[in-house]
T-cell receptor, first 115, second 112 residues
Framework: GAVVSQHPSWVICKSGTSVKIECRSLDFQATTMFWYRQFPKQSLMLMATSNEGSKATYEQGVEKDKFLINHASLTLSTLTVTSAHPEDSSFYIC???????????FGQGTRLTVV | QKEVEQDPGPLSVPEGAIVSLNCTYSNSAFQYFMWYRQYSRKGPELLMYTYSSGNKEDGRFTAQVDKSSKYISLFIRDSQPSDSATYLCAMSAGSGNTPLVFGKGTRLSVIA
């Protein structure tokens, strides 16, 4: 299957700092990527849809100024958690469909801990 | 009614058992159906991808789709402890630009 690489796999940061998470499609072009958040033992919660060359579409309740998404190329989308606080600690995962089909592949996930 | 319903479990079975995981859905527009396996602290891994009704087999895994009943299943034969994970069903009406609709996932434990 297609490969989606997410980096870093884990990060610890101090409260008030910003953290950038990268999501790359390694062997296909991804004009669309999705960002999810997952709390322990819970299902995936869609945060936003990232579109190459245009603004991301955020789900209701997700602060767009806090979770900045940039999709500047056909293979890379980034999620920046700005002014992180302990409540932002979570598991963040990206996915990319192999368009035009909805067959989607996920990154390995990033465990963010804000102290 | 939620778009996709999936029993969260947990489901515990002995090694070698046949496991049946299921999802029901309400949106008749769904045409693409996927099963993902997620280990703890890892991203979901695509196991099965099917289009419309029918069966698909891949090794010990069989996916079944019954669109008339709006019901999909994943069967795992000869289950192994390494199959212990959370299994997520996911569906789409067809446009890859819209996010998949996921079930909440079923936690499976295969006991040696």
């Amino acid at each position: 299957g297609a490969v989606v690489s997410q980096h870093p796999s884990w990060v610890i940061c101090k409260s008030g700092t910003s953290v950038k998470i990268e999501c790359r499609s390694l062997d296909f072009q991804a004009t669309t990527m999705f960002w999810y958040r997952q709390f322990p033992k819970q299902s995936l919660m869609l945060m936003a849809t990232s579109n190459e060359g245009s603004k991301a579409t955020y789900e209701q309740g997700v602060e767009k100024d806090k979770f900045l998404i940039n999709h500047a190329s056909l293979t890379l989308s980034t999620l920046t958690v700005t002014s992180a606080h302990p409540e932002d600690s979570s598991f963040y995962i990206c996915s990319a469909p192999t368009l035009p089909r909805p067959k989607a592949f996920f990154g390995q996930g990033t465990r963010l801990t804000v102290v | 009614q939620k778009e996709v319903e999936q029993d969260p479990g947990p489901l515990s079975v002995p090694e070698g058992a046949i496991v049946s995981l299921n999802c029901t859905y309400s949106n008749s527009a769904f045409q693409y159906f996927m099963w993902y396996r997620q280990y703890s602290r890892k991203g979901p891994e695509l196991l099965m991808y099917t289009y419309s009704s029918g069966n698909k087999e891949d090794g010990r895994f069989t996916a079944q789709v019954d669109k008339s009943s709006k019901y999909i299943s994943l069967f795992i034969r000869d289950s192994q402890p390494s199959d212990s994970a959370t299994y997520l069903c996911a569906m789409s009406a067809g446009s890859g630009n819209t996010p998949l609709v996921f079930g909440k996932g079923t936690r499976l434990s295969v006991i040696a």
